[in-house]
């Protein structure tokens, strides 16, 4: 929740200028409700992809406060981030709506980035692997491999995120490959394709190690995302 839609404009057009082609890389930003059709509009001729940062399971009705798959459309939004560790904890989503949404979005062409991750006390008590394992789970129940084209999963160890503690390269390494296991216990066929990305105090200093194990793909970039110069940094590690 940053970003007034000035700001925001200021942010997006600071990296879409320093931004450079990388045929290996895809660059996707997701600001604010109120900042999307803004974003939109400047991103339209950009190699930036827009995305949201969450959408409702329904498609309309009396759901006040929600925002529908057909609403980000309209305003150029290609991705959606689903089941967010601060949605899980603030606003008590479970995998089962993970999972609803998921579908939902996949359904309207939108891709999925779906959040998984412990917190501080689940790693410490030995609870990663089972809680990972049930997340994926009931986060990707019922998808076929026609909808794990279309969707990432983002590793984010609660306890790193804000904290300036980050997972050592290694550390984080050891998740992401248990969860192309578990992607490959669902669907063999998608595990190796499906990205998954590491969220955690990802910055411009620790990125490069990060991105460079064999099954971290990508980044869910947090507060460094806010400044363009960190951003870039962390693009041109990748």
């Not at 997701?30 to 339209?44: D, M, N, V, Y």
Request: hydrophobic share 40%.
């Amino acid at each position: 929740m940053n970003g007034t839609i000035a700001e925001t404009q200021e942010l997006l057009n600071s990296l879409v200028s320093g931004h450079k082609h990388k045929d290996n890389c895809q660059v996707v930003v997701c600001p604010p409700f109120t900042s999307l059709e803004t974003a939109g509009k400047i991103l339209k001729d950009s190699e930036i992809a827009l995305g949201a940062q969450e959408l409702s399971e329904h498609k309309n009705g009396a759901y006040t406060g929600e925002v529908s798959a057909e609403m980000l459309l309209t305003v150029g939004v290609s991705f959606v981030i689903i089941g967010h560790s601060e949605r899980r904890q603030h606003h008590f989503e479970t995998d089962q709506r993970v999972n609803n949404r998921a579908k939902t979005a996949i359904e309207a062409g939108l891709s999925p980035i779906i959040c998984v991750g412990e917190t501080l006390a689940q790693r410490e008590s030995g609870e990663t692997q089972n809680l990972i394992k049930s997340q994926i789970s009931g986060a990707l129940q019922g998808f076929s491999v026609d909808d794990f084209k279309n969707l990432s999963i983002a590793y984010e160890p609660v306890w790193a995120i804000g904290t300036g503690k980050t997972a050592s390269p290694e550390m984080a390494e050891e998740v992401h490959s248990f969860i192309r296991e578990q992607i490959a216990e669902i669907n063999n066929e998608a595990s190796e394709n499906t990205p998954i990305l590491y969220g955690g105090s990802v910055k411009p200093d620790n990125a490069a190690k990060l991105l460079s194990q064999p099954n971290i793909d990508g980044a869910l970039v947090g507060g460094a995302s806010l400044v363009a110069d960190d951003f870039l940094k962390i693009i041109n590690a990748f």
